[in-house]
């Protein structure tokens, strides 16, 4: 039996442990947590994909070791603020033709890499053999054996393994070769997620909604360019996709932080309230960082940013966007 | 004053008169319906439009030629079953430097041309004068002045003059200068929105929908560019952002259609029930028959097609599609 290991027990990681379960994989979730792991070991079910039952062939172990050693896929399926830490103790340990799986949405916050490049700076033998793991996806409905797409982004022959491990009659994995496109596309969509939440708490209807996205699919194009993605891929599953989920759906963090003070709640008081991480919190602070640094314009962005960061009402941020100069749609 | 003829006062013929009076023309509103047409200059209100109030300078009539001559724009808001009809008889009235807008979503169902196409074969002198609006846009609540951003698409000057007219607080109308991509994705969208009520009346879940949304994007694209279309285009407001609009909003009337077609009503009773245009249903027949001459794939449409015209059910169109060979997202 070919052996996986995932990284972070949360909802995310536990659907994909299901996912490898059903394609054949004996999978060992690693988990800092020791009441998530004797959860999963002694009662078979997952409480945060709803107590969903797990296959036979997951595990769970707090030693590192148990989960990496032996495996022929690692996945790291945690926040984007602890990948720095995981990858030092973590890296090492991945065997030596093993494939890393990066499924982590955001950048970390100290330097403004992509976990990818967390992963590779920590162990470069990593370079070929890593992947991202990105698109429309919620968690749960994965366990629940629902139909979706996803994207597999890297080097041809690690993508071409992945898509091979992830594949199922629920789940159809395409590959793409632009690794930097789809994995900001996943960190950055929660900026616009957060906008589109604050036009739903303000009650400013569907219209400006759309407008919020088609407007910010193109600016945070404008930025992965920039950084050296392909644009076209933010229109795709992992970028507009995923965007589209997470600003519809009725699961998105994001999102629900975005209505909470788009109705006027201070954001600090959603997250004591709710105890969520809000990846997107951080990522706005980065993307505000990267496109003063690379002089790019980001008007939903930076309004996210006034509104969250500088005490601007969503009402004075709607005020500060409608009254743009006229423009074309997309620069020639 | 500066007067301004639209055709067709439906809800979004209404809805952009009220634009332009909010930016000082004199409207005339032509309708075939008498009763429509008098209930606008007698009551002042637009039933389409949840009663809303109009302003004093939005008038109606059934004569066209009191609606077409002295206006210096001139806005087609009809279904795109009657524009070639439409064309032929308003065409000539058409001053000789006005504008022509064309804000219809649909392809000639007979010739399968977009219908800025259509108007300019009746009229050749329009060529330079004619643009396409299009954008996700609710009528409703443009009536309401909500916030919203639409696409303007044209030849440059055209294009600039219709920006100026449209331009207002609650409205920002981008200029683009691609007409196909800009007409091909409002038509082509109701496609998708169809194929994603589909999947919502089937109850496959968000993950679905937002692959459906993503992959019917590429799909269109694809087709859009062998007809002369800007592939990224389709990326913008008047493809995804309308597409986003119709498949999430609760207004659009593809994806109620759509929902109930998942639910196993079939589609002539949804008709016969509601009474509604669906633009989609026509529309889904010319895609298939154009990608078959231009032999491009397109699953997605060719799923609907079969679940509309040819009686297989939603699970098994789903089963098709999943079943797929493994790809990547974009061909190289």
Redesign the interface.
């Given at each position: 039996l070919r052996k996986a290991g995932i990284i972070g027990a949360g909802a995310w990681g536990t659907a994909l442990a299901i996912v490898l379960a059903d394609n054949g994989y004996d999978v060992m979730l690693w988990d800092r947590s020791s009441s998530v792991v004797s959860e999963i070991n002694e009662n078979r079910r997952a409480s945060r994909l709803l107590g969903i039952h797990l296959p036979k062939t997951v595990s769970a172990t707090c030693v590192p070791e148990e989960a990496i050693e032996g495996s022929s896929i690692v996945i790291s399926a945690i926040p984007s603020t602890v990948v720095s830490n995981i990858a030092s103790v973590f890296g090492p340990l991945i065997e030596k033709d093993a494939l890393l799986v990066s499924a982590t949405k955001g950048l970390d916050p100290e330097t403004l890499r992509r976990p990818s490049q967390v992963w590779i700076d920590a162990v470069s033998s990593l370079k070929e053999r890593t992947v991202v793991l990105s698109?429309?996806?919620?968690a749960v409905?994965?366990s629940?054996r629902?139909?979706?797409?996803t994207?597999i982004a890297g080097a041809e022959i690690a993508r071409k393994r992945a898509?091979e491990a992830f594949?199922t009659?629920?789940l159809?994995?395409?590959?793409?070769?632009d690794i930097i496109g789809v994995e900001l596309g996943g960190a950055f969509k929660n900026i616009i997620a957060l906008a589109c939440g604050m036009a739903e708490g303000a009650k400013?209807?569907?219209?400006?909604?759309?407008?919020i996205?088609?407007?910010g699919?193109?600016e945070i194009a404008r930025l992965g360019m920039v950084l050296g993605a392909e644009?076209?891929?933010?229109?795709?599953?992992s970028g507009?996709?995923?965007l589209?989920?997470t600003?519809?759906?009725?699961?998105s963090r994001n999102r629900q932080a975005g209505i909470a003070v788009g109705r006027g709640e201070p954001i600090s008081q959603f997250l004591d309230r709710t105890g969520y991480t809000v990846e997107g919190l951080s990522t706005v602070k980065s993307a505000v960082s990267l496109a003063e640094k690379h002089g790019v314009t980001m008007p939903i962005t930076e309004i996210v940013y006034k509104i969250l960061y500088q005490g601007i009402s969503v009402r004075q941020g709607?005020y500060e966007t409608?009254?743009?100069e006229?423009?074309?749609?997309?620069d020639?």
């Open positions: 698109g429309p996806n919620f409905e994965i629940q629902l139909p979706a797409a994207v898509q594949w009659p629920y159809r994995a395409y590959t793409n070769w400013l209807g569907f219209n400006g909604q759309a407008a996205i088609s407007r699919i193109t644009p076209f891929t933010f229109a795709g599953l507009l996709g995923d589209v989920l600003s519809t759906g009725h699961l709607l409608m009254s743009r006229k423009r074309p749609e997309h020639q």
